[in-house]
C-alpha cells in the first residue's frame, strides 16, 4: 500500500475527528480570504471610477459627501452650485477639462446624471446599442441598469424626485432611451446619462407647476418659462445635430442655471498642489481630491479590518493546533500499530512521512474547503446584491495576496504535522511494545 492510501486509510478510520479539523481551518481561511478578496475588489473598483477624475468642485459642505456622490453616486450632494461662480474655472489655464453633473432625479433606484457628452469618456464607454443623445430628454443608460429593469433602445420611463421610488414621478416629462452603453466595469453601468439640458428643463417645469396660482398670473409665468426653455432646447438641438455620435466633447454652462457640481482633470501636476488651495479659499465653493478623501475613508474602515484580520487569524492558529492535537493523538492511539511497523520492515523515515502526509492532507484540505466558502460566499452576496450597485463582487476573481494567505497556511500545517512526525519518527520500538 503507498503512502499516500495509507495516509487517507487513517484519516478516514477517525473521519469525524478529520472532518471537524478540516472545518476549522476552512473556517479560518475563509474568514481571511473573504477579506482580502473584498478590500482587493474594493480597491480596485474605487481606483477605476476615479480614473481620469483630479478634483470635484461643488457646494460647501463635507469633501467626502462631495466625492461620493460626485464621483461614485453613493451619497446625496451637498447641494448646488450656480454658473455665475464656476465660469471662471472652465476656462482655467489648470483646468484641462470641466465636466458639469446635474443630480437629484433617479428611475428604480439607477440615478439619472445630467452631464456632456464627455462624462462617457471618463470610463472610456463606447456605445454597444443605438446612440449618444442628441436632444433633450434623450438618454443613454448603462449596461447594469439596461440588464436589471430591461429597457431597451426605443423605451421610455419617467423619472422621480429623489433617490426612492416614492418620490414625485416626473409623467409629464418623459425620457427616451436612444442608447445603451458597452459595460465598462464601472458605475457608468448603473447609471442613466442625459443632457444638462434636461434636468434644466425638468427642474424649470416642476418649479412653476408647483408654484401657486394667482389671477392667472402663475399660469401665464409657467407658460413663459417653458417658452423660453423650449427656445433653447431647440437652438441646442441644432447643434447638437452638427455632432457626430462618437464625437465625446465638453460644454460650456448656461449662464443663469445651476448645476450640482464639477468633475475636473488637471493640465498639469502642479494644478494638484495650488488649485484646491485656490479654490476653498478665494471662492464659496468647495474643492475636494477624490484620492485623498478615499485614502482617508479607507484608513478609517481599516481600523475594523485589522480587527477582522486578527480574528481571522486566531481562527487559523487555532485551526493549526487543532490540526496538532488531532495528529498527536492519533499518533498516541496508534503508537502500538506504528512500532509493528517498524517490526514488519517500516523505517523511522517512512513513519514520519505517513505523520507529515497525513498533516498536509488536512491542511490542504482545509485550505480547499475554506477558499471554495469565501469564493462561493462572494459570488453568492453578488447575485443577491444585484446587478445594479455601484460596485459590484465577483466570487471568480483570484487576489494577489491569497498567494500569500495559501503558503502562509501551508506553512503552519506544515509545522502543526512536523512535531507529531517527529515523534513518530524518535519512538523507541522496544519500550512501546512492552508498554500496556
Not at 476552512?26 to 480597491?43: D, E, P, R, V, Y
Not at 464656476?86 to 489655464?93: K, V
Not at 514520519?352 to 462561493?376: D, M, P
Not at 491569497?402 to 513518530?424: K, R, S
Request: net charge negative; hydrophobic share 50%.
Amino acid at each position: 500500500m503507498s503512502l499516500l492510501r495509507l495516509a487517507l486509510a487513517n484519516l478516514f478510520a477517525s473521519w469525524l475527528t478529520s472532518v471537524v479539523n478540516v472545518l476549522l481551518l476552512a473556517l479560518g481561511t475563509a474568514s481571511i480570504a473573504i477579506l482580502l478578496l473584498a478590500n482587493a475588489q474594493l480597491s480596485s473598483a474605487l481606483s477605476r471610477n476615479a480614473a481620469g477624475i483630479d478634483l470635484v468642485i461643488g457646494a460647501k459642505g463635507s469633501p467626502l459627501q462631495l466625492v461620493l456622490a460626485g464621483v461614485y453616486h453613493a451619497d446625496v450632494p451637498p447641494g448646488n452650485i450656480s454658473s455665475a461662480e464656476i465660469e471662471r474655472w472652465q476656462g482655467h489655464p489648470r483646468i484641462a477639462s470641466a465636466i458639469p453633473l446635474s443630480l437629484g432625479d433617479s428611475f428604480r433606484g439607477f440615478r439619472v446624471i445630467g452631464t456632456v457628452p464627455a462624462f462617457a469618456s471618463l470610463y472610456d464607454a463606447q456605445i454597444a446599442d443605438g446612440r449618444i443623445w442628441r436632444r433633450p430628454f434623450e438618454a443613454v443608460i448603462g449596461s447594469r441598469m439596461a440588464a436589471v429593469t430591461g429597457l431597451a433602445v426605443g423605451d421610455s420611463f419617467a423619472g422621480v424626485h429623489g433617490l426612492s421610488d416614492d418620490g414625485e414621478r416626473h409623467e409629464e416629462s418623459r425620457y427616451q432611451i436612444v442608447g445603451v452603453f458597452e459595460s465598462t466595469n464601472t458605475v457608468l453601468d448603473g447609471l442613466i446619462v442625459t443632457s444638462t439640458e434636461s434636468v434644466w428643463l425638468m427642474h424649470s417645469r416642476h418649479a412653476a407647476e408647483s408654484a401657486p396660482h394667482q389671477d392667472g398670473v402663475a399660469s401665464h409665468d409657467h407658460e413663459a418659462v417653458q417658452h423660453d426653455h423650449e427656445a433653447k432646447a431647440h437652438a441646442h438641438e441644432a447643434k447638437q445635430q452638427e455632432r457626430d455620435q462618437g464625437q465625446l466633447h465638453n460644454s460650456v454652462i448656461r449662464h443663469g442655471d445651476d448645476i450640482t457640481l464639477l468633475l475636473i482633470e488637471f493640465s498639469s501636476p502642479i494644478a494638484a498642489l495650488t488649485l484646491p488651495r485656490e479654490i476653498n479659499a478665494e471662492t464659496n465653493l468647495q474643492a475636494a481630491s477624490p484620492p485623498y478623501e478615499i485614502t482617508r475613508l479607507l484608513q478609517i474602515v481599516g481600523v475594523g479590518l485589522n480587527w477582522l484580520n486578527a480574528f481571522a487569524g486566531s481562527l487559523v492558529i487555532g485551526a493549526a493546533l487543532s490540526i496538532f492535537a488531532a495528529l498527536y493523538a492519533s499518533l498516541r492511539a496508534r503508537r502500538h500499530d506504528l512500532a509493528v511497523m517498524r517490526c514488519l520492515g517500516a523505517t523511522r523515515g517512512e513513519l514520519f512521512n505517513l505523520l507529515f502526509v497525513e498533516g498536509l492532507l488536512l491542511t490542504i484540505a482545509g485550505i480547499g474547503v475554506g477558499l471554495a466558502f469565501a469564493h462561493g460566499g462572494i459570488e453568492l452576496l453578488s447575485v443577491w446584491w444585484g446587478k445594479g450597485q455601484a460596485i459590484s463582487v465577483s466570487g471568480w476573481i483570484w487576489a494577489e495576496s491569497e498567494y500569500v494567505l495559501v503558503f502562509g497556511l501551508l506553512l503552519a500545517g506544515a509545522v502543526a504535522a512536523m512535531l507529531p512526525a517527529w515523534q513518530a519518527y524518535s519512538a523507541d520500538v522496544a519500550r512501546t511494545l512492552s508498554a500496556p
